[in-house]
Every structure is written in structure tokens, then in C-alpha cells.
């Protein structure tokens, strides 16, 4: 009797309340409704380069896989099948493609192993929409919980598909409260993608090694310092310096070109 009542309350609780049963034995059914009640959740966390994104998603996963079962994925990582981090922690991962689909993952590995209760997902900003969608359809059909990490923008200070993708249907969103600095000590805001130490805003989002000689860097910029703004050929003032500099010797132009100061 107490279950079923339990099941009544489930099918139509819509914020998830714990409830107790006024009954003889129902510790088992009240568990049984805390499950029915759990629902896996989409969360998205995000920050700049260096806030610990890699970092956390390695702690959740070490964390998680100690009393349940998941998966960590990860896409473009620097170590390849891995999440790394730039503390130089790394765990193998599950290799993202754009032609993975994440349901049919997920099912799969239910299917071979009996349960998944998680999913650990790193560099979420390079996932395609659809992706991310299967994401919400492995949340809401199968009951898992999907923790996500990315990058909001690229370096030419627009969002990743993926990452606008999940802003706009996560169940959870969290900017990293570890703070990444500019060189000029204000928070950094900012990708900033160098060749040869001059910065640039226009290319390929992934950059493809193609054994050129330009040595490519990136940095973390406040806004100030990232962005040029093109108004009749005019462009921002920095506090400290005239022109938009690279670093405190270098002033980046217009044109991509730099002159020395």
C-alpha cells in the first residue's frame, strides 16, 4: 500500500519533496521514492583558460567513480584520449568525435555493464549542438547526470557553439570561481590567441598544426586588453598604454601587424 501511494507522490511531485511515510515498515519505500524523485541533471560549468575547468572535472570524476559508475570524456585534449589538467594530472578518457553520439554511448555502456550514472564531459566547447542535445536527451531518458566544462569564447571573443549550446539548455550553469589575471593584473576575461607574439582575430577555431614556422601561444587578456574596436580605423585606448598592446613592449595594429614601443 505504501508503495504505492510512494509511486502516486513521484508521478506527480514537481519539486522533487521528500516525503515521509506515517507507516509501519516504509524505510524501504520511502528509498524507493528518493530515487523516482532524483533525476539526473545537466550542469555547466565554464571559465577561462587556467580557472581549474580540467582540474574539477578530473576531481568529480575521481570522486564519482569511487561509489558509482560514469564515463569521462574529453575532445582536442593537449594529451589526446585524455582529460588533462595544467597541474599535469591526467586520466584516460573517452575520445569525443564530432560523430559520437552520446545516447547511443550511453546506452551501450548500460547495455555492456549494467548501469551509468554519470557522465564527466571536459572541453564541452568544441561538442557540435546536437551533441549537447544528446547530453539533455541521456539526462532526461536515462537518468544520468552530465557534469559539462568548457570555454565560453574562442579567441576572436565568440562564443563556442557547444558552449552557447549547453548556456542555453543546461539545468545548471557555474562560472569557476578561481580567477584567471591579465598581465596588467585586472581579471581576465579573454582568450587571446598569438602567432609570433602579435595577436590575431581572425583564423580557424581549431587550429590544425600545419608545420608552419609561426609559433603559436595564447594568453589570458582582460577585456581592455583583448579587444581592438575598428570605428573609421580607430581603436580602443588602454589605460596604461596609446595603442592595444601584446605585451608591455609590443603594440598590436589594426592590420595584425606590431611595432615595438
Not at 572535472?57 to 584520449?81: E, F, K, V, W, Y
Not at 547526470?145 to 562564443?159: E, N, Q
Not at 539545468?171 to 602567432?195: K, S
Amino acid at each position: 500500500m505504501v508503495t504505492k501511494w510512494c509511486e502516486r507522490v513521484a508521478a506527480t511531485a514537481v519539486d522533487r519533496a521528500v516525503v515521509l511515510a506515517d507507516a509501519g515498515n516504509w524505510s524501504h519505500d520511502v528509498s524507493h521514492l528518493c530515487n523516482l524523485l532524483t533525476m539526473g541533471r545537466l550542469r555547466f560549468s565554464f571559465g577561462t583558460m587556467s580557472s581549474g575547468k580540467s582540474t574539477l572535472a578530473l576531481q568529480i570524476h575521481h570522486n564519482l567513480s569511487a561509489t558509482s559508475t560514469g564515463l569521462l570524456c574529453s575532445m582536442h585534449d593537449r594529451a589526446g584520449a585524455h582529460v588533462s589538467s595544467a597541474l599535469g594530472v591526467s586520466t584516460p578518457a573517452v575520445e569525443v568525435h564530432p560523430t559520437l553520439d552520446f545516447h547511443v554511448l550511453a546506452t551501450s555502456h548500460q547495455t555492456a555493464h549494467g548501469a551509468l550514472d554519470y557522465l564527466v564531459c571536459d572541453e564541452a566547447q568544441f561538442y557540435t549542438d546536437a551533441q549537447v542535445e544528446q547530453l539533455a536527451q541521456v539526462v532526461d531518458e536515462l537518468d544520468v547526470d552530465v557534469y559539462a566544462f568548457g570555454l565560453l569564447t574562442d579567441f576572436r571573443g565568440k562564443l563556442f557553439p557547444g558552449s552557447a549550446r549547453l548556456l542555453e539548455i543546461a539545468d545548471e550553469r557555474l562560472e569557476l570561481q578561481v580567477q584567471a589575471r591579465c598581465w596588467c593584473g585586472q581579471a581576465a576575461t579573454h582568450n587571446a590567441r598569438l602567432h609570433d607574439g602579435v595577436q590575431m582575430y581572425d583564423g580557424d577555431v581549431v587550429l590544425i598544426d600545419d608545420g608552419s614556422t609561426a609559433q603559436v601561444t595564447y594568453e589570458l587578456r582582460c577585456r581592455s586588453h583583448w579587444i581592438v574596436r575598428h570605428s573609421n580605423k580607430m581603436y580602443i585606448i588602454c589605460k596604461k598604454y596609446k595603442f592595444f598592446p601584446v605585451n608591455e613592449n609590443i603594440v598590436c595594429l589594426p592590420n595584425n601587424k606590431s611595432i615595438k614601443v
